[in-house]
Structure formats: C-alpha cells, structure tokens
C-alpha cells in the first residue's frame, strides 16, 4: 500500500507570497492532519480535515487554510508568507483523525526569504 | 505552555551504551504514542501504550506508560547507530488531535 505522498518537497519563497502544499493520504483513510515542525516549537497540529470537512483547528492566523477534496486528497494554503512560517510542513492521514494512529509524509520544506 | 515535556533534548552517547529519554505531563492522556523521526523523513510510529503501568517491548526498546497515565519512558538497550534519530512522544485526549512533546534528538556514534 502506497504511503502519504506530498508535493513538492522544497519550496523557496519570498516574505508576502502565498504557497499551496499538497498531499495525498494513504488509501481508504479519511482524516488527513496537517503539522507545522520547526526546531524552536516542536510538532505544532495545525488543522484535521475528516471527509472533507474541517474537524479541529490548532491555534494558529487565518493566513493559514487548507481544504479536503471528495478523494481525500487535501491542500494547505498560506497567504502572505512571513519569514516565522519557514518550517517543515508534515500531513498526516489516519482512519478516523484524532487519536489514531498519524501515517506522516515526508513532509514539505519551506523556506521564505 | 507545552503539555508534554519530553527530556533530555539531546543525547549524544555511544554504541553499546543504554539510555532512557522522559515524556512528562500534567494532564491525563487515554493513550501515549512514541514515534521515529529520521532526516528528511516524517515521524514513524513505534508503540502505542493505552493501559497505566504497561510495559512494551520492541527488541531493544523498552517503553512504559506511567500508572497516572501521564507520564511515559523509553528505555534503549545497546544502543546502535540505527537508532539515531527524534524520538517524539504523543499524547490522545478523546478524539482531539494529538499532542506532540517537541522530541529527544538521540545521536549513537559508532
């Protein structure tokens, strides 16, 4: 069975653009999370989508939103990137969200400038 | 305010040695999950401990969750250069998304 898959890998930008990431969860699974890593803060939960509705929402700025579509697929958007939002950005898919078991991608490596 | 504290932050030991890494909290979880996390990869889970006082065995990795339930250990046996890595600990409330601790960046030198 295919892992979590996200798109792209490497990303540069610069302060004020915007950013879609991608991912695609593993197959059958409905609950896709999505996590923003950086050494300073660890492994923040940033939003769950469960079949195609937003469940949970961490606590960070409406810049940041992202979307689940009828295949499970989801994308994440930031607006107006600010330098703090370089990270690494991890999706998660699991059955049924919450406190099941998260299957991570290999994340996705943003750099802004 | 970081609900799960994970210590040592980092560990640098050498092969053969044993070490154990810390997930503390003041809150109760239902269950704590420890995951691997290598470089350029996302985290990977180990074990699931759901019951207070459980003991689990992976080879040479030891992982126990607390009586309390809010608290767990992970004891490694004989290090080896194959275990370096982030060792985060998650914690699960209800159905709430899970908590991570910010993780223990363990380093085996050969």
């Known amino acids: 069975k295919a892992g979590v898959t996200q798109t792209p890998r490497y990303l540069i930008k610069t302060r004020g653009q915007q950013v879609t990431l991608s991912c695609s969860p593993i197959?059958?699974?409905?609950?896709v999370s999505w996590y923003q890593q950086t050494p300073g803060q660890g492994l923040q939960f940033l939003f769950e989508?469960?079949?195609?509705?937003?469940?949970n929402k961490g606590n960070f700025p409406g810049r940041f939103s992202g979307r689940q579509f009828s295949n499970s697929r989801s994308e994440m958007n930031v607006s107006t990137l600010e330098l703090g939002d370089s990270a690494l950005y991890l999706c998660?898919?699991?059955?049924?969200?919450?406190?099941?078991?998260?299957?991570f991608g290999p994340g996705t490596r943003l750099t802004v400038l | 305010t970081q609900l799960l504290e994970q210590s040592p932050q980092f560990l640098s030991i050498q092969e053969g040695e044993n070490l154990t890494v810390y997930c503390n909290s003041s809150?109760?979880?239902?269950?704590l999950q420890w995951y691997r996390q290598e470089p350029g990869e996302g985290p990977v889970l180990l074990v699931t401990?759901?019951?207070?006082?459980e003991v689990k065995k992976l080879k040479r990795l030891t992982f126990q969750f607390g009586d309390a339930r809010k608290d767990s250990s992970l004891h490694i046996t004989a290090a080896q250069p194959g275990d370096t890595g982030l060792y985060l600990c998650?914690?699960?409330?209800?159905?709430?998304?899970?908590?991570f601790g910010k993780g223990t960046r363990l380093s085996v030198i050969a």
């Open positions: 989508y469960f079949s195609e509705t937003q469940r």
């Open positions: 809150s109760v979880f239902s269950s």
């Open positions: 998660a898919s699991s059955w049924e969200g919450g406190f099941d078991t998260q299957y």
């Open positions: 998650a914690g699960a409330r209800g159905n709430t998304p899970l908590v």
């Open positions: 197959s059958g699974h409905r609950s």
């Open positions: 401990v759901v019951t207070g006082g």
